[in-house]
C-alpha cells in the first residue's frame, strides 16, 4: 500500500507540500481527558488570533480559500477543515473531545493552522491517492450529509479502489475510513501551502507523533511530499 499524489497538483500549487505521518500499533481507547486542557487551550489561542479579522482574512486560511478557487470550489460554501475549525472556536462554540487520536491531530490544525487529517489504513482498499476526479466516480455520503453524491469531474480528491475518502481536498472525509476506537493502525496528512514553511512543517509533524506516542503508544513514520517525490509507502 502506498500514498500517491498526482504530479499536476505540484504542478498547479507551486510549493504544496503533503506531510505524511504512519502511525502503527496506537491505542485509540485510552482516556481522552489527559489531553482536552491542551486542545481547549489551541482553540482558546485560535480565537484570540482571530480577534477582530474575520477567519477567511487568515493569511494561512485565505492561501486555502484561494486554492479551492482555483479548481472551482466557492470556499464560502465548502470551507476547508482548517477554516471550518478556526469558524467554530472564533465564535465560541466548545471543541470537545471526540477520541485521543482526532483530538490530537484537530490540536495540530489550530496550532499549526494548517488543514490535518487521518484515516484508519485497515479500512483503505488499495493505495491512497490525492488526485483530481474524473468524470464516473463513485457517489458517496460525506459525514454531516444525508445524499449520496459523486465528486464532480476535476475535484481534486482524496480516494482509494472504493471511492471517495475525503471531498474537494480536506473538506470533508466519509465514515468508511474515519479513525474510530478500534484502530490501530492509520495515516495521517498535514497539508502545507507555501505560507507554511518547511520548518514549521516539519515542526507540525514531530508535535504530532510525540504527542501520539505518548498519549496513544505506536510508533510513527514521517514523510514529505513534495514536487520531487509524489509517493510513499504507507506499510
Known amino acids: 500500500m502506498k500514498f500517491v499524489v498526482n504530479h499536476k497538483l505540484f504542478e ?64 464560502k460554501e465548502y470551507p476547508s477543515s ?61 459525514l454531516g450529509k444525508d445524499e449520496a453524491q459523486a465528486p464532480a469531474e476535476g475535484e481534486i480528491f482524496y480516494k482509494d479502489d472504493a471511492g471517495a475518502i475525503c471531498r474537494r481536498w480536506n473538506w470533508r472525509e466519509v465514515a468508511r475510513t474515519v479513525i474510530t476506537e478500534n484502530t490501530v493502525r492509520c495515516v495521517f496528512v498535514i497539508e502545507a501551502l507555501p505560507e507554511v514553511g518547511d520548518e514549521e512543517l516539519r515542526a507540525a509533524q514531530q508535535e504530532l507523533g510525540a504527542l501520539i506516542e505518548q498519549y496513544c503508544g505506536g510508533k ?3 514523510h514529505v511530499l513534495d514536487a520531487g517525490c509524489a509517493e510513499v509507502p504507507l506499510d
Not at 500499533?25 to 489527559?34: F, H, L, T, Y
Not at 480565537?47 to 479579522?53: I, L, P, R, V
Not at 474575520?54 to 479551492?68: D, F, G, M, S, T
Open 220 to 222: 510513527l513514520v514521517h
Open 82 to 142: 482548517v477554516e471550518a475549525l478556526y469558524k467554530r472556536v472564533s465564535k465560541g462554540k466548545e471543541l470537545g473531545s471526540i477520541s485521543p487520536l482526532v483530538d490530537i491531530y484537530n490540536y495540530i490544525s489550530l496550532k499549526y493552522t494548517v488543514p490535518v487529517g487521518g484515516e484508519d489504513l485497515s479500512a483503505m482498499q488499495g493505495d491512497l491517492q490525492l488526485t483530481y476526479a474524473g468524470s464516473g466516480e463513485v457517489p458517496v455520503v460525506v
Open 12 to 75: 498547479e500549487f507551486v510549493g504544496l507540500r503533503i506531510g505524511v505521518s504512519v502511525a502503527n500499533g496506537v491505542n485509540n481507547k485510552v482516556d481522552a481527558a489527559a489531553f482536552l486542557p491542551q486542545l481547549q487551550q489551541a482553540a482558546a489561542d485560535a480565537a484570540e488570533a482571530c480577534a477582530g479579522q474575520p477567519v477567511a482574512q487568515l493569511p494561512k486560511i485565505a492561501a486555502w480559500r484561494e486554492a479551492y478557487r482555483k479548481f472551482g470550489v466557492k470556499a
